[in-house]
C-alpha cells in the first residue's frame, strides 16, 4: 500500500464522516500533519463542519492537530513565544502514557473522580487519544481569570504558573501526569473524531463507559516510509520526562 493508496481512503473516510467542533474552534490555531511527513499550518480560521471538511478532503491528513490554546489571530501561530497570534485563554489536557489499556483506564478513572470531588467547578470531557491512553480535558478552564489580564506576556505568565500549581496538585494526590506535556499551553493535541494515525479514531467516552471500552478502528494505514516527525516527538518527549 502506497501513500496515495492511505489519502485516497482518508479523503473517503472524510468525505461521510460525522464531524464535530468545540464551540470557539474558530479561535484556535489548526495543523495538519500529511502523509509526506509535513506538518501543513491550516491558514483559514474554521468556523463550520462543512468548511473544515473541505480541508480534510482535500489534504487527507494523517493526523489533525489544534491548539489547545484559544488566539485572537490562531492563523498567525508561529514559534515565537510571544507574537501577534495573542494567547487568550485554553483547554487544559492532562495525560499520561501507559504500554497497557486497562493501566490507562484506571488512571482516567481515578483522576476523573478527584476532579469531580476537588475541582468540580471545571468543565471536562475525556478523550480517547486514539493510541495508548485517555486524555482528561478542562474546557476553558482558566478563562474567568486570565480574561481580566490585558497584558498578553502576563496573561501567559499566570496560564503557565496556574498549570504548574493544578499539576502540583494532582501529583500530591498520587496521581501521574506526563507534566511536560500538560503544562505546555502552546502544545497541539488530536482533534475529537478523526484518525489517529494508528488507524484508530479519537472519541470522546463516558466514565460509565470505559470499563468496557475498546478503540474503534476505522482505517488500516500504511506509508511507503516511517514518519520521522513522530520519532522527533517521542524524542522530545523523553527528554522532558
Not at 475498546?214 to 516527538?233: E, T
Request: aromatic share 8%; hydrophobic share 35%.
Amino acid at each position: 500500500m502506497t501513500n496515495e493508496d492511505t489519502e485516497n481512503k482518508l479523503k473517503e473516510y472524510y468525505s461521510k464522516a460525522k464531524l464535530e467542533l468545540s464551540p470557539d474552534f474558530s479561535r484556535k490555531h489548526i495543523r495538519f500533519l500529511l502523509c509526506k511527513d509535513e506538518m501543513r499550518k491550516i491558514s483559514d480560521r474554521i468556523y463550520d463542519v462543512e468548511q473544515f471538511r473541505s480541508h480534510l478532503t482535500r489534504l487527507c491528513p494523517l493526523r489533525v492537530f489544534s491548539s489547545v490554546a484559544y488566539y485572537l489571530n490562531p492563523t498567525i501561530v508561529g514559534k515565537k513565544e510571544f507574537d501577534n497570534a495573542i494567547l487568550l485563554y485554553t483547554d487544559m489536557l492532562l495525560e499520561d502514557d501507559f504500554d497497557d489499556l486497562k493501566d490507562a483506564k484506571k488512571w482516567a478513572k481515578t483522576l476523573w473522580k478527584w476532579l469531580d470531588k476537588n475541582k468540580p467547578k471545571y468543565k471536562k470531557e475525556m478523550l480517547f487519544s486514539g493510541g495508548r491512553g485517555f486524555h482528561i480535558k478542562l474546557i476553558k478552564w482558566d478563562r474567568d481569570i486570565v480574561s481580566k489580564i490585558a497584558d498578553p506576556k502576563e496573561r501567559v505568565k499566570v496560564i503557565r504558573q496556574m498549570r504548574e500549581d493544578l499539576c502540583d496538585e494532582i501529583e500530591k494526590a498520587g496521581i501521574s501526569l506526563d507534566r511536560a506535556v500538560c503544562v505546555d499551553e502552546r502544545r497541539i493535541s488530536g482533534v475529537p473524531l478523526t484518525i489517529h494515525h494508528s488507524g484508530n479514531l479519537i472519541q470522546p467516552i463516558k466514565l460509565n463507559k470505559i470499563s468496557t471500552f475498546k478503540p474503534k478502528k476505522v482505517l488500516d494505514i500504511q506509508l511507503d516510509k516511517p514518519i520521522k516527525i513522530f520519532d522527533i516527538m517521542s524524542e522530545l518527549r523523553k527528554r522532558n520526562k
